[in-house]
């Protein structure tokens, strides 16, 4: 209940900081504009000695706001300390401007104190903590799942992918592993299978790897499904791993999807690994990965199934 309350007050927060947005924009563009601009024009701002506007000010010179320009006037309205408008306004001449003050300090001052950037930022931040709320809940839900029907495997696997010299138009790869079932204990014992074939960031590899696999379903390990891991690459080969599954269904030529809202909805989490690998051969990464050096990047689609069964089953 509160993960979806959570991200329905997201969905709301965020829509309606688009709608103050399209409001605020207009303004924000008018001043900039302004201080671009080397032509005295709306939404510039200027000094005009006070005794052009009003005797009361008499010496003091006044921080404006060019409002409207006209042929031999302009109407200009006063601002206070965060350049935002009192609400008086005055007719002056060109004659009667002291001095341009449109610097970018001025400008940034005047657009981080505006009432509609108050109001996007402040929603922005309800946003933010109502995200908090929902994605607390929903790691709460996920660790209740588990230990009520959860599961803990260590997972061996071996890897290759490969481009050639341009022979083909992606890497692709290719990942066979096993797995053992190390917990609860009613289950433990339990041998998996894994076939995977999808696209790699490295153009060359042959690596093997071994995973700690926390899933949310024990109930049956046949199957299918999506797996997308990342690989900090470290020195000698060696690297470190993580990832995550989804349950999917190639029948439907879709995975299982959890919705929060109505019109939220996500692939519901299946599992989650990390791990530790090396390289067998050196890695040739792929130029398109900016991060070739440091990242490797692989989406695989599973087939799961099973050597050896121990404890119950609802496949």
Sequence with gaps: MIMNEGFNAFTVEISQAQAVWAQCKETIKVAWE????????????????????????GKDKIFCLIKDTYEDSLTVQ?????????????????DDIDAHEDTLQNLVIRITNLPCVGSIVSRIGTAIHNAARAVGAYL???????????????????????????????SLRAEGGLGVVIWPSNIAGTITHEICMGKDSNRQSVDIAINLEIGFDRSCFTGYGLSFAGAVQLPHGQETTAGFGLDCDPSTKSCEMQCVSPSLCFPKLDSITVGYGLAITPSVASKWNPLRKAWAF??????EGEFFVRGPRRC
Aim: aromatic share 12%; net charge positive.
């Design 34 to 57: 302004a201080y671009t601009s080397d032509y005295v024009q709306q939404g510039q701002m200027i000094w005009v000695l006070g005794k052009k506007l009003h005797r009361a000010y």
């Design 78 to 94: 006063v601002l206070n300390n965060q350049h935002q408008p009192t609400g008086e306004e005055y007719d002056i001449g060109y």
């Design 140 to 170: 709460k839900s996920k660790l209740d799942q588990f230990l009520s029907n959860g599961y803990a495997k260590l997972a061996f696997s071996v890897g290759a992918s490969w481009r050639g010299s341009g022979m083909l138009p992606h």
């Design 298 to 303: 692989v989406g695989v689609a599973c087939k």
